[in-house]
């Protein structure tokens, strides 16, 4: 359906303004290096010479913010997940809400009672996740971030599961699910192989891999070889998973001798990722291998052979089979990398400071998470980092919220839903604050094609 | 527009007929200027207004729910209830109105077809019945032949006569010069957006297309005779079934050899796409042997095919030619991505691919605003082009291209061509599979004739395009002679293919 789309008309239309906004970016950045922006500059300039006068270049600035871009749909995702996480702190408060029976006569008591309670409980959020002004030494200054990096790392992890299959045309609804079997054979591995420090931290991170890995495997080749649907598959691998989490606990070796409930033996030191910032901060080397796992995907996406087989099996099978790319053969990789990673996560769990022994809720929400993390962050690898990082806040800062404030901890979990429904759905934030449609509609698809 | 009348609109692809068309149906605002109807000016909302104004838009890609009837999609947007309240669908009003119009102009449909199993021919009707309901005075019909097949264009085309003697006014819009000709009453020529020019019908095609591009265009394809070498591709008593477990290749036997043209004619739908899937490892064949240049290739990948320097032009560039999200740059290794320079084990080149991109670009003169932009923003020629630039760029023994220019304006159709048979003149042996047979009569240096599954005939590129038609219907010369029947030789002149009326292409294609 070429015909509906304003684009299709006039091709030249785009790369003109991106032309215009390199500039722009060359000018009001000068930081930005040379060579980038002479990279944009030229290729474009030569197929239109500057004839038609060009606005200012406030007036460009402007056009561009209000423009609905990633950023500045992102931004003001935030904001209107706020505004109405505010209003829901207000109506769930009761003092508060006892304000408003008398706001025509008192509208200050309301007004004054609202805003007390929503900045504590905001101001709590953000001094649980990034800097804390009365906090005291070394410390309890970085406490608060040594905690979103902690929540942050397995995020990344799961997120860049389900991006990366994302973008070969999968949905992984199964990183949970590859994240349990990467948490309980990377927890196995901890306790029960006797092995030197090192070592031993590297055979349960790869142990990890491997759970993930496999559980990745089976819809993968289920998908390559009868067309079976990922969703449907990794949707039921998640359940199995889980049951056999809970199983595996409590069976003779596993399950700690000490104990009477579901919890297995701790996982030994040597196996324990290090501690980054002293012992009395949780940060822990998750974080790093984070990162690299971050940089890892994105070689992979747009540097690599096989990421370059993988998009294009992602945005047009048919014509990837034409081209002689094996279309099954990728589709098993995907979710075999997919499941790696997830698995990686899972190992997170439990070779990093969040536990040390498998319970039935080790794994947490990691994997459904994940999800959310990869469309937040636009389904490319450091947008996920970002994404992850934010959620990580989210959780860090959610914690002191609930005990400082006394606002509870789903609060938290609902400003996720909201925010990931408002980016998900960038026509309606447009609408709210009347952007221009500038490049909504890419983002809409780019979103929907999983399906 | 008078009424009555058959306006053709004439230009190449993203001259802007189309963006034209969509501002008159409402589907964009026009920027400046305004449109007349009954000398009043009229401002358009949308496709609402439009309609309640008596115009009526065939689009290019049909706007069809495939898996309701015929008389669902005529309903659908404007649906008869009964029942008060209750909402029940008057699916009995809305078949008599189908019947009704459908006899009215003699277009016949079945009312409670689905969509779906019908050929692209009778979708096309349905869309125009549909139109028709809605009592409209104007018809735009945007590129109606693209996806029809001779017998399918030919149908059309009298079909459009039949509205025309019924009062009713049409637009054209396409870049065929064949059938302006054939059925218009003025063309007005569209290039780059703006009104070049007006023609009548009994303008020469030369002119017509030295107005489209604004330049003279040679329509005829120059070349040498052919010097065959040895034999490369060798097909024999191959068999492949479609994707319906239907045969569709039944026992076909062909020779190209190197430096030769072999043209395969046909009515789409008698197994030219399952024949060339099977050469390219798509499709499994059954039984038979496919051997390129010595080594049996049966049962090869896809990737080993290509390895092997065969060069593949799909016929439904968007679907399997392209990656439309992927920049020009990724199109053209798309099937070479992971060969030296542009990847070397697991990592890819992109300074490499960026390098070759700006070559191949400037080579084969697609005109993208860059290498970075996105296949997909491109005209379907210039998509095309980047196709034959991709398959051309690297060293070939067997070049395979499938309707190289459907779809395509005249100016990338005079490229293609030439580059094709340039690399005829190094010593490729090419295979051409077109149902245009104007095309193949141009390329081709030995044309076989592809009907029901089986080559029914190959001549040479002098034959009469009367005996080659009658070969594309399934009647061989010595049947024709035999039987004389007087359905088969009373056929059309104007189609490029003279078919009969009781064509293949309908239910073959089913």
């Known amino acids: ?399 002191r919220m609930q005990s400082y404030a006394g606002i509870s901890l789903e609060l938290v979990t609902v400003l996720q839903a909201l925010i990931v429904i408002f980016i998900a759905a960038p026509a309606l934030v447009k609408a709210i604050f009347q952007l221009r449609a500038a490049r909504a509609a890419r983002l809409q698809t780019s979103l929907a094609k999983g399906w | 527009m008078e009424p009555g009348e058959i306006h053709a609109l004439l230009g190449e692809n993203g001259a802007g007929k189309s963006t034209l068309m969509n501002v008159l149906y409402g589907l964009y605002q026009p920027d400046e200027g305004e449109i007349l109807v009954d000398d009043k000016p009229l401002k358009l909302k949308g496709p609402s207004d439009a309609i309640a104004a008596g115009i009526g838009m065939v689009h290019q890609h049909f706007m069809l729910v495939p898996v309701f009837t015929v008389a669902e999609n005529i309903m659908l947007g404007a649906e008869q209830v009964k029942g008060g309240l209750a909402g029940f669908l008057d699916r009995r009003r809305a078949r008599r109105e189908v019947t009704e119009v459908s006899e009215r102009y003699n277009l016949r449909v079945d009312p409670d077809a689905v969509i779906e199993d019908l050929p692209v021919g009778i979708q096309q009707r349905v869309e125009i019945v549909k139109a028709l309901t809605r009592d409209v005075d104007l018809l735009i019909l945007d590129e ?104 569709a290749v039944d026992g076909v036997d062909l020779t190209v050899h190197a430096g030769e043209v072999l043209g395969v004619a046909g009515v789409q739908g008698n197994g030219q796409t399952e024949l060339i899937e099977a050469i390219m490892g798509l ?57 030296p320079p542009f990847g070397k084990g697991l990592s890819l080149k992109p300074d490499a691919i960026a390098k070759s991109a700006k070559e191949r670009i400037e080579q084969f003169d697609v005109r993208t605003p860059s290498a970075d932009a996105a296949v997909g923003t491109l005209s379907g020629g210039n998509q095309q082009k980047v196709i034959v630039a991709r398959e051309l760029s690297r060293p070939l023994k067997l070049f395979i291209a499938a309707q190289p220019t459907r779809g395509v304006d005249v100016g990338s159709i005079e490229f293609i061509h030439s580059r094709v048979i340039r690399e005829r003149d190094v010593g490729t042996a090419v295979m051409v599979v077109s149902s245009e047979l104007d095309e193949v009569l141009g390329l081709a240096d030995r044309i076989a004739v592809m009907y029901r599954g089986r080559i029914i005939g190959i001549v040479g590129p002098d034959t009469p395009r009367e005996e080659i038609g009658l070969l594309m219907a399934g009647i061989t010369p010595d049947a024709a002679e035999g039987a004389a029947t007087p359905g088969a030789t009373a056929a059309p002149g104007d189609g490029p293919a003279a078919a009969a009326p009781e064509g293949p292409g309908s239910e073959d294609e089913a």
């Open chain 1, 1 to 399: 359906m070429s015909n509906p789309n304003p684009g299709s008309g006039s091709p030249e239309k785009e790369p003109a303004t991106k032309a215009q906004e390199a500039r722009r970016e060359a000018r009001a950045n000068p930081t930005v290096p040379a060579g980038d922006s002479g990279r944009a500059v030229p290729a474009t300039a030569t197929t239109r010479p500057a004839a038609e006068p060009r606005p200012s270049l406030g007036r460009l600035f402007l056009d561009n913010l209000w423009a609905a871009n990633t950023v500045t749909v992102t931004v003001l995702a935030l904001l209107l997940a706020m505004v109405i996480g505010a209003i829901l702190i207000i109506v769930s408060d009761p003092e508060v809400l006892a304000t408003y029976s008398y706001i025509t006569a008192r509208p200050a008591d309301a007004i004054n009672a609202s805003w007390a309670v929503v900045s504590e409980a905001y101001a709590n959020l953000f001094k649980g996740a990034v800097f804390d002004p009365e906090a005291v030494g070394f410390t309890a200054a970085l406490s608060p971030i040594s905690e979103t990096l902690t929540y942050t790392a397995p995020l990344v992890f799961t997120g860049l599961s389900v991006a990366l299959a994302f973008r070969g045309g999968l949905f992984n609804i199964g990183a949970q699910g590859q994240a349990t079997m990467g948490v309980i054979l990377a927890a196995v591995a901890g306790f029960a192989l006797p092995l030197p420090p090192a070592l031993h931290l590297l055979v349960a991170l790869l142990a990890g891999a491997i759970g993930g890995a496999i559980w990745g495997f089976i819809p993968g080749i289920l998908k390559a070889r009868t067309g079976a649907h990922e969703v449907i598959n990794t949707i039921m691998l998640n359940y199995i998973a889980v049951y056999f989490l809970s199983w595996i606990i409590i069976q003779n070796g596993v399950q700690n001798p000490g104990r009477a409930d579901a919890i297995s033996k701790p996982v030994d030191a040597s196996a324990q990722l290090p501690r980054l910032l002293g012992a009395d901060l949780r940060v822990h080397g998750g974080i790093l291998l984070a990162v690299l796992a971050t940089w890892f995907v994105a070689w992979l996406l747009n540097r690599s052979t096989l990421g370059f087989e993988l998009r294009a099996v992602g945005a047009n099978p048919d014509a990837a089979r034409t081209a002689g790319i094996s279309v099954t053969r990728t589709y098993v990789l995907i979710m075999v990398i997919a499941g790696l990673l997830a698995g990686l996560g899972g190992a997170n769990q439990v070779l990093g400071t969040t536990a040390d022994a498998l319970t039935p809720q080790v794994v947490a929400q990691i994997g459904f998470d994940g999800i959310l993390v990869a469309l937040l962050g636009r389904v490319k690898p450091w947008g996920v980092l970002l994404a992850a990082l934010l959620f990580g806040a989210l959780q860090a800062g959610g914690n």
């Open chain 2, 144 to 247: 109606p032949t693209a996806v029809l097949t001779p017998q399918e264009t030919e149908e059309l085309l009298t079909v459009m006569r039949a509205l025309k003697a019924a009062g009713k006014s049409i637009v054209f819009i396409t870049h065929k010069l064949g059938e302006v000709k054939a059925i218009a009453d003025r063309i007005t020529v569209i290039r780059r957006g703006k009104t070049v020019g007006t023609a009548s019908p009994t303008a020469s095609r030369d002119e017509l297309a030295a107005l489209m591009v604004g330049r003279s265009v040679r329509l005829t394809v120059d070349k040498q005779p052919a010097t065959p070498g040895r034999p490369m591709l060798e097909v024999s008593g191959l068999v492949v079934d479609d994707d319906r477990q239907v045969r």
């Open chain 2, 283 to 339: 499709r499994p064949a059954l039984a038979g042997s496919i051997s390129l240049d010595g080594d049996q290739i049966h049962g090869w990948s896809t990737k080993k095919v290509l390895r092997a320097g065969v060069g593949y032009v799909p016929e439904d560039r968007s679907v399997d030619g392209l990656v439309k999200e992927f920049s020009v740059a990724e199109n053209l290794v798309l099937d070479i991505y992971d060969r």
